[in-house]
């Protein structure tokens, strides 16, 4: 009998171990685990491999000859260029991707995936029973308002919650993630809550189901994509026949339409698009217009027809899914300017919609904003400072206490002129700076270096005084008082006070503004 058909039984009525041979390598073969009952995902039968290292995925349908090409460019081709040069570990961790393609002698094809890391698994379950103990961590558990609800029974237990920072960064990973597919001129699709698995506690993503990728003009799409993450012009147009030219298909442009969605629901725990307007009596009609060509922002801001009402959300969606309460003005100017262009402007024209890198940098930028609230039983922890007369947290209302400084990055545009970069950098207790803050030449990405990473200061409340203590800078100068600010020194941060961080070039000055006096 054949590797490939192979079968050794453990005993005569446990599982058994099975051998399916790679379409890519010759010779090579991955035995799996069959009880009988796999987990049955969307198109694909799961099997564990005998180490829980990798699971083997069978499709159930029959694979044509270009799903087949597909696939094997994913496993090889693809696999090459995302991995197998620098930065490719960084990437391993931010996708699962499929790395071998194999077949059964019956004809069933599948795909050899790596097991998720251990953190993306549920440790504690629910906060009163251990229901979803060991259960995967999609997105979606930490999308939704109710179960962080402390007096919803099945809300998910604290200590799996992180805080508002944390999801700043999950979501700062899978632009990422989405940029570098876009940079390889594929698109994911079905990017959605469901193909995306976070943990808030490690402030870690990792983007799942990467085999219904599409390659415009050469791999259609499987699908359409996820319910509440389908682009509108897609929905619009899902009556035409399949092969009808104007009917709009998965893209980049449909991807750019999820990922604010996602965004979104992961900082304010509720749906950009399912607010109070009924489009159609008939329920499926009307969630098909809502979502499609009467789509509309529930926080437009000149068309207010699609706010929620509140006399029909659920008691357990509140405070989040009252805007007046929370407005989405909340997350910053940076993420305010993109939701507007993501739903108002680029909602029904997808040409006008942010690409990945910019929801990235805004994202960074706005961590750059954020303060951590002063009251510990805060369930955010943090908020951004919005620099207003009487600033406080938004979430637990505590108000913030004492001077903040405020500082606004400068670069040089030409040789003395200095122009601002609309960068600032709002100052906490023990916050560092670090070399991106101080050069405009070193990019905050997944291409820093351990060197990079490290601190090269720290703000810190000293004897009643705020000052910036350098830690690695060696042309520090404070160019109010025309003073150089040695290593393992420190300088006084007051108002209006300027700093020249490095006189190398891309070096940049900074400009003092005390907040909340």
Known sequence: ?????????????????????????????????????????????????????????????????????????????????????????????????????????????????????????????????????????????????????????????????????????????????????????????????????????????TIIDIDGLVVPGLYPPDVIGTADFIAPEVLATKHLPLRDPNRKHANRTTDLHALPVMIYLYLLYRHPLKGGKVNSLDTEQDDLLSMGEKALFIEHPTDASNRPKMNQVSKWTLPWADVAKLPYTITGPYLKALFDQAFVTGLHDPNHRPNADQW??????????????????????????????????????TPVKGTLPVLDLYYEFKPTVWRPEQHRLMVYHNQYLFQWHVNRHVVRNEKLTAEQKTPVGYFTFHHGKWVLVNQKLTSLKDLTEDKEIPVNTMVDLTDGKKLLLSNEAGGRVVVITMANK
């Open 1 to 205: 009998m054949s590797q490939s058909s192979s079968t050794n039984f453990l005993n005569k009525t446990g599982p058994t171990v099975k051998s399916v041979p790679s379409i890519i390598t010759p010779g090579k073969t991955y035995q799996y685990v069959d009880n009988g009952e796999p987990m049955r995902g969307g198109m694909k039968d799961v099997y564990f491999g005998p180490d829980k290292s990798y699971v083997v995925a069978f499709y159930r349908d029959k694979q044509d000859y270009n799903s087949r090409e597909r696939l094997k460019k994913l496993v090889t081709q693809y696999y090459d260029s995302f991995f197998n040069r620098e930065g490719g570990e960084y990437y391993k961790e931010l996708y699962c991707w499929p790395t071998d393609m194999v077949e059964t002698t019956d004809g069933k094809v599948g795909l050899v995936v790596p097991t998720y890391n251990k953190n993306f698994f549920f440790k504690q379950g629910y906060a009163t029973s251990e229901g979803i103990k060991g259960k995967e961590k999609q997105g979606l558990w930490f999308a939704s308002a109710k179960f962080r609800n402390p007096q919803f029974a099945l809300r998910l237990d604290e200590s799996e919650l992180g805080n508002w920072l944390s999801y700043f960064q999950i979501c700062v990973k899978i632009a990422r993630g989405v940029k570098r597919l876009h940079a390889a001129g594929l698109a994911h699709s079905d990017l959605s809550y469901k193909n995306v698995l976070i943990d808030p506690v490690s402030k870690s993503a």
């Open 360 to 397: 990235e940098q805004a994202l960074l930028k706005t961590t750059d904003l954020m303060q951590p609230c002063s009251n510990p039983k805060c369930q955010q922890k943090w908020f951004v400072f919005d620099n207003t007369a009487s600033p406080k947290c938004p979430f637990c209302g």
